[in-house]
């Protein structure tokens, strides 16, 4: 079975621009998570989504949205990017079902770097 | 919000010793998950635990579910080099989907 994939691996971008990151759970995983990961902050909850809807959200700005499609796949955008938004972007997916359900996997991620 | 505290930030050991790190939180959970990272990959999932008490082997690593719900804690055993890493621990309420994470243990095993 695939894990889960995220594309781009590396993106760099300049300040003011905008950025979509792209996820694939784990065939038959409905539920995607994203994250973000810095040295300072560690692993950060940005939001999840279940069946095209966003179930949970952090406590991140506006500026940084997301969806998901009938197949699952997530997307995440990022507007207007600033210096600090420089991080490890993850994506996670579970089954959201049954006692496994909650346990999570995590893709590569993306590097996003901002200029 | 939830807070994790994973202790200790870093060890340093031998080759063939045995490690234990634990994380604390402030509120319940109601899923306990134990990752591995390594440099440029993504969290790998190694232990998870579901109810109070709950002790479960994978290898030889060790993790145990507190009876209070609010703590975890991970052993290793034998350790070889390629353990090192980044070790996280996660809690989950009641969602599947939202895991709070401790801010990682980095091992690093001398030969």
């Known amino acids: 079975k695939a894990g889960v994939t995220q594309t781009p691996r590396y993106l760099i971008k300049t300040r003011g621009q905008q950025v979509t990151l792209s996820c694939s759970p784990i065939?038959?995983?409905?539920?995607v998570s994203w994250y973000q990961q810095t040295p300072g902050q560690g692993l950060q909850f940005l939001f999840e989504?279940?069946?095209?809807?966003?179930?949970n959200k952090g406590n991140f700005p506006g500026r940084f949205s997301g969806r998901q499609f009938s197949n699952s796949r997530s997307e995440m955008n990022v507007s207007t990017l600033e210096l600090g938004d420089s991080a490890l972007y993850l994506c996670?997916?579970?089954?959201?079902?049954?006692?496994?359900?909650?346990?999570?996997?995590f893709g590569p991620g993306t590097r996003l770097t901002v200029l | 919000g939830q807070q994790l505290n994973q202790s200790p930030q870093s060890m340093f050991i031998q080759e063939g010793e045995d490690v234990s790190m634990n994380c604390t939180s402030s509120?319940?959970?109601?899923?306990w998950l134990w990752y591995k990272q390594e440099p440029g990959e993504g969290p790998v999932l190694l232990i998870a635990?579901?109810?109070?008490?709950e002790l479960t082997s994978n290898g030889r690593l060790t993790a145990q579910f507190g009876i209070t719900r609010k703590d975890s804690f991970l052993n290793i055993s034998a350790s070889i080099p390629s353990d090192v890493g980044i070790y996280f621990c996660?809690?989950?309420?009641?969602?599947?989907?939202?895991?709070?994470f401790g801010d990682g243990t980095t091992l690093t095993v001398k030969p």
């Open positions: 996660a809690g989950q309420p009641t969602n599947a989907g939202k895991s709070t």
């Open positions: 996670a997916s579970s089954l959201a079902r049954g006692t496994a359900g909650n346990e999570q996997f």
């Open positions: 635990l579901y109810k109070a008490g």
């Open positions: 065939s038959g995983h409905r539920s």
């Open positions: 509120s319940i959970f109601n899923t």
């Open positions: 989504y279940f069946s095209e809807t966003q179930r």
